[in-house]
């Protein structure tokens, strides 16, 4: 097989950067071992938050507000349902309000609206949420949810109708990591491997010292029968650093979502894709002490995915230091989503030599931060 680009991976780090490669005439072939949009990907699930709340962060701030512009122009250019503006919330937790008061300094130096609600005026404007214990909400109106999966499978979409080509296949590497396919090496200019929580078993020397791949339970419970207020139009997306949790309003029907974070093992390959029974009563607590409203109403769906922790929780873009046409692009921190189509560009423009990557997406030198200094306050 020879393309100038071949990308690996079809989740939506691979599905953007496939598209962003085929959009500069590049002869684009994407390779993934099951169909883009499948569930096993982290890119699955109905939707993903897509906020600009960062910390101090001003790089990915500037990136999330930039991959809002793209994804409107994206849902305009194909008349799908790809992002509902439903705002997003961040319940500070008294004494525990650094990361939020670092997001309201950065939003007002590069002036991204905002509001800073007390715990009673959450409660007048979104009286879905018990704030007893939270010492301010931080709410920014032009944040909300990515369709996750039409999302996924409007770019291979938009990638085919470029010109690329998708095909099934599973990239395996020998002992030098280079990337093979079908017992031979993938020929390329550029080969860029998207594989998230996968790409540390397959770069075990250069990546998986660097990943921690983490299961995720979330569970959907139902809306109150007659009631909208639980829907996108009436409730922000949330994050709830102080109970480990954040959420989604339900859309199109889904229920809202909310996640307690408790990480878990996964086995990416073997594991049914089922939640952890005991993420049933984290989920039923939680509901009890933030959302009353919820209380007795019953979980209606569920998924299991994945998570990739880098030790900052920053993304990697490098080349590999061995094969100098093979580029390695992931490390979600579970943040990358909302970031696709900015993340796609970049990578693709690193790929072609357009530009060098960011330090902090080097592969090297990499030390855990604080939660204060962190980008997603982990
Ligand atoms: C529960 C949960 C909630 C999240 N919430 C948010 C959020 O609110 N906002 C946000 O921005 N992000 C969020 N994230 C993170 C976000 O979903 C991920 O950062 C993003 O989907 C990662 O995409 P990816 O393309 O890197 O990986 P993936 O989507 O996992 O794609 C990797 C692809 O590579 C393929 N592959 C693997 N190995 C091979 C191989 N050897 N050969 C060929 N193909 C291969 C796989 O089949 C897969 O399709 C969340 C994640 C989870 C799990």
Known sequence: MRSEAIVVGGGIA???????????????????RWEPGHSRASSTDYNRVIRSIHGRDEFYTRWAR????????????TGQRLYYECGALVLATAGHCDWEDATAETFQKLGVPFHRFSPNEIAVRFPQFDPHDISYGLYEPEAGMIMAHRAV?????LFKKAGGTVIRGRVETDRTERPMLEGKPLEADVIVITTGAWMGDMFPRTVKPISSVVGVNVLYTSTPDGSTAFDQENMPCWIDHGQGSFGLPSTEGSGVKAAVVIPDTIDLDQDERLIRRQTLNRTRSYIKKRLPGLVGEKVVDSKFNQIVLTPDTHFIVDRHPEHENVLLAGGCSGHLFKHGPVFGDFVAGVGVKDFGTADRFRIAGRKKLSPKESPSGR
Do not use: C, H, Y
């Open 153 to 157: 499978i409007t770019t291979i979409d």
């Open 66 to 77: 930039e991959s809002r512009e793209r994804w409107l122009e994206m849902q305009a250019e």
């Open 14 to 32: 691979g599905a953007m950067t496939a598209l962003a490669l085929a959009r500069r005439n590049i002869k684009t072939t994407l390779v993934d």
